[in-house]
């Protein structure tokens, strides 16, 4: 077990740290939906094929491994499912990717959004930190708030605030706040935020972000700003700028421009940005 490994992250050689669910563990999945195995089935399942890739994953050299994201079911939703105040639904349809829809799911505010002290995630870290060896972090991901804010195309609906953007947010950065805080507590020193609104802002405008979406980069900036600057010292905060990804098909394309300034104030400690082709977008001025 190990609280931190004693390097500067983000490393030389990184990764996002979601990984691709071995068939034993879909299968374990949907074994466990039509209840043909009981959760502490699905939960042993779960913590074998964990082990596994951590160890791989120290094998290939890396010196932050991630548990693969292999106990969620949606990569954002489970997250906001296990804080208070947010709960999952079914809406009509999935979201749209290059030629194809995912199953359906959305988070509704059904109360005042704040912290849960027995968020599942927080097990899960638990077990990844007590199998990870000295000499290797265990690195924790979570969504970026702006993958929140309450967007009826994107599956988040309001039914509490009323609208009081501002309240929400408030809500929303104090539940951060302590969420992260109590990862730091449990040993975590490298935590990512996946954020797939600024690559999607992005692909949504052409050199200059559309003016309707101004107020929301904003609201991103003084989010993630004011939860980056609460954290500990020792704590280490990347960013994930994702543009999708359902099935090997993409959301969003395009360069980073539009976004480009509002990424420059973001107090983070490092980014992981898509790159190497047209449809990714590169970084030249």
């Avoid at 939960?43 to 964990?50: D, F, G, H, V």
């Avoid at 976004?259 to 898509?274: N, R, S, T």
Wanted: hydrophobic share 35%; proline share 5%; glycine share 8%.
């Amino acid at each position: 077990m190990t609280v931190a490994a004693k390097l500067k992250f983000p490393y030389r050689y990184d990764e996002v740290g979601s990984l691709l669910r071995p068939a034993r563990l879909k299968q374990a999945r949907a074994d466990y939906h039509d209840r043909k195995i009981s959760e502490a089935d699905l939960r042993t399942i779960e913590n074998e094929e964990i082990s596994r890739i951590v160890d791989k994953q120290v094998e290939l050299g890396l010196k932050a491994v991630t548990d693969g994201e292999f106990r969620r079911s949606w990569w954002h939703l489970d997250f906001f499912d296990g804080l208070n105040g947010a709960e999952f639904f079914e809406p009509e349809h999935g979201y749209i990717f290059h030629g194809e829809e995912t199953r359906k799911g959305g988070i509704k505010f059904t109360g005042k959004l704040e912290y849960n002290p027995n968020h599942p995630f927080f097990d899960g870290f638990k077990y990844l930190n007590s199998i990870v060896p000295e000499g290797v972090a265990a690195k924790q991901t979570i969504p970026s708030p702006s993958v929140f804010f309450p967007n009826k195309d994107a599956g988040v609906i309001d039914e509490y605030y009323d609208g009081d953007f501002e309240t929400f947010l408030n809500d929303e950065i104090q539940a951060y706040k302590q969420t992260v805080q109590h990862f730091y507590d449990l040993g975590c020193r490298y935590l990512q935020l996946d954020d797939t609104s600024w690559g999607m802002w992005a692909s949504f405008s052409d050199k200059t972000l559309k003016p309707e979406l101004e107020p929301l980069a904003k609201a991103a900036v003084k989010a993630i700003n004011a939860i980056v600057d609460s954290k500990p010292a020792d704590l280490t905060i990347t960013m994930h700028v994702c543009k999708g990804n359902y099935d090997s098909t993409w959301a969003g394309a395009g360069a980073y421009d539009p976004v480009a300034d509002y990424l420059a104030q973001l107090h983070i400690d490092g980014y992981f940005l898509e790159y190497d082709d047209e449809r990714s977008g590169g970084f030249e001025p």
